[in-house]
Each structure stands twice: as C-alpha cells, then as structure tokens.
C-alpha cells in the first residue's frame, strides 16, 4: 500500500520539483512550523526556522496572512511530506530583483547593520546581507564607524553572484553622481547670485579660502576682506567661520570663485560722501600729529594738509593741539577709490582776507606776533591768516639799523594799520605812529644858529646823516665840511661825533641843516675879536703920526 501511495503521488503531483515556487494558505501550525494549503493533493510544510523576517513579524501580530510564496525544498514520496521555505522564495525573489538592478545600474536601498574591520555588513529587504567596503560608504568617510551602523543608504551594485550569495555595493558612486548633480545645479545658482554664503576652511596671510559647498571653493584677497586695512586676517576670522561674501568673478572649468567680503556691504566712504558732501562741516577727533593732522570722522580717518589747519603762518602745532582734541572740520575732498577724505580746520572759518574791510580799517589800533624779520622790515601777525608789514621807517622814529638784536619772532607789537589793499591782500602797519614824534617840540629843543653835537649814522652822495637825537637827524651837505679851500679833502668815520652849526630848520621836510663850516668861521670871528679885545696896540711917535696922515 505505501508503495502505490508513492507511485500516486509522483503520478499525480509531476509538477511538483525541487525549488519550484508554489503559493500557499495555512492550514494550521505547531510548534515546528507551518502546514500550508498550495493547492495540490498534498499539503507542505513550512518550519518556522524558513520565515522570513517579515512574515515572522506577521505571525507574531496574528495578521491574516493569504498566498505565502514559498520554494520546496524536499519532497518525501514515501511518507508524502512536501517541505517548503517561504524564506528561499523572498530571497530568490530579492536577488532577482538585485540582478535587474545591477544589469539596468539601477540604486538598491540597504541598511548598515555592522563593521567588520574592512567595510560594512548591510542587509536588503531584511534578508539578503552585502557588503561596503569601507572606502566605498561616504565622501569623505567620517573616522568613526559607528556612525553608520542602523543607517539606511542607497547604493549601486559592484559585484554580485547570487550562488555564492555574494554581494559588493558602493554609496560613494551614487553620492559622486549626486553630488555631481547638485554641485552643477549648485554652480548654476551661484552664477545667477551675487551674494553666497560658505564655510571658512583655509586662512593664510594673503587670503581666504570658503567652501561654498559641494567641492566649490572661493577666495577672498586680503583686500577685499574689509574696507579697512587688516595686518592679520587670522585676527578677525577663523577656519570654520561662516561668511557672506560678493561674487566677483567665475572660474567655469575649476568651478573657483573670486569673492568679497567687505563688498557686503556699503562702501564707508561712499556712505560718508552721502551723508557729508564736499563743503560739510562735521566734528573731528586728532589721533595723530605728523606733518599734518590725522583725525576720526564717524569711524574713518581723514587727513588735514599743514596748509589747511591755519589761514595763518605753519607754527608748532603740538603747541597749539593734542591728540583727542575735538575740533569741527570743512569737508574738501573724498576719494572712494583711494580711501581718503581731506579735510581743513582753517576753511570753519572764512578767509580773514575776504572779510577784512568788515573787521579792521586805515587807523585802528591793533596787536600781533613778529612773525618774521628782513632787512625791509618786520612782518607780525594780528589775526591767524592776517600778516601785515612794518615797513622799516615805520618802526620806530629813530634809525634803526639791525632789526635782527632789536626784534625777536613772537615779541608783541602795538600797530596801527596805515594802509589796507585788500585785492592784493597787503596791510602796511605802523608801530611809529604810536610813539612821541620828536619834532613835535623841535621849535623848543633846536633854533637856527644854535652850535650841537651830534653822530655821524650815514654818509650819502651829497654829505653825511647825522644823528642829533633818537628820532632827530641832521644833514651836513659836502659844502659844509670845512672852512678850509674847497679842494681839501675831508672824511668822516661811521659813529664818529661831531659839532656843527644848525643853519636851517624844516619842519615841513624834517630836515635840519647843519653846517661845520659855520661853526668854524663863527669860532674864528670870536677868537679874532677876542684877541683885539685882548690886544692894546703901543703909543705912536709924533713922526708916525705923521707918516699916517700923509698916507692918507
């Protein structure tokens, strides 16, 4: 009997094989496994050690499970026992499926279920395992494994041989491809930008180096960092920073970019030309004094020329200021390009030569600082930028020859303007005009006839200039030298002291003439007369008498 029961079944279920995929519906189940309905005479049996994963997880929820695949795995004629694996049926059907997938170079979907030192066990579709090798898991690969373990990733399949149940995948090649696809997209949008934003990853002393993602680099020259000059880049950013950053050009075929910083944002000096136009009056504080004046205005630095800090003569200016004075400042010039703004303390005010004839006229009486001296006269300052001249005659009423031991720059005078040309910006002053004119009294101090004593100051062509007083001069022509014949020759010496007849006074002229030749006639006449006085002539004898009248 168990002999024709065998022979039946093999007549009967010829379509059953080896490996032949069936469908089947459980019947019931103990404590082995599974016994399934596939539709022939016999049922099969599925133990639970051939679930696969996901029908196990089913069981265990009591779900309604309806035409599982399985694959026989044996097939017992004699007791009629058909042994199925629901988990050879999934598997065949994953590596049909991962086949299609390595032959079309499609992406399969795995996860990284643990690290054996050279790569990545991975499981797909919770049955079949694979195989990363540790190059092939990430770009770069981060140093720490663990980091990928129960992570999800896509790969494309290297190798596969599904006797050998071998299985090699890489996600680098699908993350290069992807990454390929989204830097090109990427480079699109940076093109079509003008700002970007990227990671500091390299700093040197000429530049910066951003990645703006996706193996897109740029550069930032030291210039373009800041408005401002920066020594040390490494003082103000470091690796890791993130910035803004202006494209200035594209390198198509490096996929480089040049880039700036500072132009983010408004250039200062543009802003500072808006809010100051040329002619502004703003506040200034010295930060240095060199040459010229160094200021802050509203965090920029502007410059002030020695020209323009004064309508005056340049002094010592570390006299007059110091640094953190604040002082107000007219706007001259701003040059974005170059970064400088030039500024002038002197123009707040205006030119005190265009405004003179409003401040001062012919006869006021005003003070100033020598603050040079010539051989013509002295030049003082009575308002910084309104130099006047002393002319030399108008500084004193006396003769003055070394104005050099007499003056000194930065004396005070007291002057009174005598003439002001302002188109030729000249102011003639007179220290002169404020002292006692000598010849005021001269009717009282000198008459024609009177015999003085005097210094020779000058010898002229016509004779000498002589020094009768501070203030008082005398002239004593050629012709008046001596009592002597014409042609005798007489000198006199510089500072020599003389004695002369006053035998004119002007006062019209301020010329008092004098005469030595006088003197000496008048000291003559008196010696003769006082020798006639003096002389007594001896009596004449009556003959001597006589000779006289016949003579006469």
């Excluded at 059907?93 to 066990?121: H, M, S």
């Excluded at 010592?316 to 400088?340: A, P």
């Amino acid at each position: 009997m168990e002999e024709i029961s065998d022979i039946k079944l093999e007549e009967t279920d010829l379509s059953l094989s080896i490996d032949s995929l069936v469908y089947g519906n459980i019947l019931s189940k103990n404590k082995d496994g599974l016994w399934l309905d596939i539709g022939k005479k016999y049922d099969a049996f599925l133990p639970y050690s051939e679930l696969s994963k996901d029908l196990k997880v089913k069981l265990e929820k009591n779900k309604d499970i309806d035409n599982i695949p399985v694959v026989i795995t044996s097939i017992n004629y004699r007791e009629g026992i058909i042994t199925v694996s629901h988990k050879k049926a999934v598997e065949n059907k994953i590596w049909e499926e991962l086949l299609w997938a390595y032959q079309n170079n499609e992406p399969i979907q795995c996860k990284v279920t643990d690290y054996n030192g050279r790569g990545f066990i991975v499981e797909i579709k919770n049955e079949i395992e694979g195989f990363i090798p540790a190059k092939e898991i990430d770009i770069p690969p981060i140093n720490s494994p663990k980091y990928y373990i129960n992570r999800r990733v896509e790969g494309k399949i290297k190798k596969i041989n599904p006797e050998k149940k071998q299985l090699i995948i890489s996600v680098r090649e699908i993350l290069e491809k992807k990454q390929e696809e989204e830097r090109a997209n990427l480079w699109e949008k940076i093109k079509n930008s003008q700002i970007v934003r990227g990671k500091i990853i390299k700093i040197d002393d000429e530049k910066i180096t951003v990645d703006l993602g996706l193996g897109i680099t740029g550069e930032v020259e030291k210039d373009e960092i800041s408005w401002f000059p920066i020594r040390n880049i490494r003082r103000y950013y470091s690796v890791g920073d993130i910035v803004k950053a202006k494209i200035l050009s594209l390198n198509e075929d490096s996929k480089t970019a040049k880039l700036s910083i500072k132009q983010t944002q408004p250039n200062p000096w543009s802003v500072f030309k808006e809010k100051y136009p040329e002619g502004s009056i703003v506040e200034g504080e010295i930060i240095k004094i060199a040459g010229g004046l160094v200021v802050k205005v509203d965090n920029l630095i502007g410059y002030i020329p020695v020209s323009e800090i004064s309508w005056g003569r340049p002094s010592n200016i570390k006299n007059e200021l110091k640094i953190g004075d604040k002082v107000r400042l007219k706007v001259l010039n701003i040059d974005e390009i170059n970064k400088k703004i030039f500024l002038s303390m002197k123009q707040v005010e205006p030119n005190p030569w265009d405004v003179i004839d409003k401040n001062y006229k012919i006869g006021d009486i005003v003070s100033g600082k020598i603050t040079n001296i010539t051989e013509f006269g002295i030049f003082i300052e009575i308002k910084p930028g309104l130099e006047g001249l002393i002319p030399k005659k108008f500084l004193s009423w006396e003769r003055t020859n070394d104005l050099f031991e007499k003056f000194k720059i930065g004396d005070t005078l007291e002057v009174k303007i005598i003439d002001l040309d302002k188109e030729n910006k000249k102011l003639t002053l007179s220290r002169r005009d404020l002292l006692k004119d000598p010849w005021e009294d001269i009717n009282e101090k000198y008459k024609e006839g009177q015999n003085i004593k005097g210094k020779i100051v000058e010898k002229i062509k016509d004779g000498y200039i002589v020094e009768l007083e501070p203030g008082i001069e005398g002239f004593l022509p050629n012709t008046q030298l001596s009592f002597e014949k014409e042609n005798e020759k007489v000198e006199f010496k510089e500072n020599e002291e003389i004695e002369a007849k006053i035998i004119k006074i002007n006062p019209q002229t301020r010329r008092i003439h004098l005469s030595i030749k006088a003197l000496m006639r008048e000291k003559l006449e008196q010696e003769m007369r006082k020798y006639l006085n003096e002389y007594t002539p001896p009596p004449l004898t009556l003959g001597e008498i006589l000779k006289l009248k016949n003579r006469s």
